[in-house]
């Protein structure tokens, strides 16, 4: 066991008393940071907590101003953020970053409303009564219709690759294959370079999709974001907004990011070169660069910087 596993495992211990509340909590812990500890603790850019039965990502807790939440895609993680956490706490800000009930939701709730309303619990506990709201691919559609419902909570948004006017799916049937070989040219799409499809990322994909519980509330999610088209409603939208989007996007294509940067009055559209879905990963430099300069321009520089 390797010394990063050892120390999630210590802290899911730490907390579990709190987590056995109910059963559902407790499968959502250990689903959570038995499948992911090692992503989930991997450097020390930021510490791992828990609210009400909620793991979350914390990182410049001490930071005044506005802080910024963070939400990840439908089988993304806290870890798909992990460049981006570091650059942000140490230019001062707060971050906050739930790990989304994708897995563990009731049947009834795997839905886009469902995981509109968690994170609507989730910022009254962790009291972010107005935020930096960004989100990427599925968390993009979830950050606009939160900033749809909620406009008064949210200080600015942050889309990247989100879905809410279409997206390219990978074959329903991919939800019921195994195979490394069969899975790979499909998640490939997903970045500009092939290289990041590692095997380990593939085993990750087979425990999920094999998984009969996860694999149900992954297909209603899907369903959900086909029939949920933001575009209509994207007046709705007040606050002031970037869009970040790679150039080579093949899940959410750049004719997704122009239809929402026409819908919502004001937005910015910024381009990243050689990216794919997923900037925030594939063009770290590039994206946080852009990141923090919005920041600046919208919310402000905070009172405090994190040391180091």
Known sequence: ???????????????SSSLRQTS???RFRRDTFEANSERLMAGSSYEMKEIDGIPYAEAGAECGGTPILLLHGMMGTIENWEKLIPAVAAAGYRIVCPVLPMYSV???????????????????????????????????HIAALYAMQFPERVEALVLSGAS???????????????????????VEKTFFDPSHVTDELLDDIIEIITNREKAIRLIKFARAVEKGSIK????????????????QDE?????????LNEGITGA???WLDECGHVP?????????????????RTVGSPSSAVAG
């Open 1 to 15: 066991m390797t010394t990063v596993r050892f120390r999630v495992l210590q802290w899911y211990e730490a907390n």
């Open 251 to 259: 899940i959410t294509p750049p004719d997704v990011a122009k239809t």
């Open 280 to 296: 925030m990963m594939e063009q770290p430099e590039g994206f946080n660069g852009i990141y923090l300069d919005f920041l600046k």
């Open 232 to 247: 209509a409603d994207l007046y709705k939208i007040k606050a002031p907004t970037l869009l970040v989007w790679g150039k």
């Open 106 to 140: 009731k049947l009834r709730d795997a839905n886009l409303q469902g995981i509109v309303d968690f994170v609507l619990r989730f910022t009254n506990l962790a009291g972010l009564e107005k935020a930096v709201v960004t989100g990427n691919s599925f968390g993009g």
């Open 24 to 26: 559902e909590r407790t």
């Open 268 to 270: 910015e559209l910024r």
């Open 164 to 186: 809410g006017i279409y997206e390219v799916e990978m074959s329903s049937s991919v939800m019921r294959r195994n195979d490394k070989n069969y899975l790979r040219p499909r």
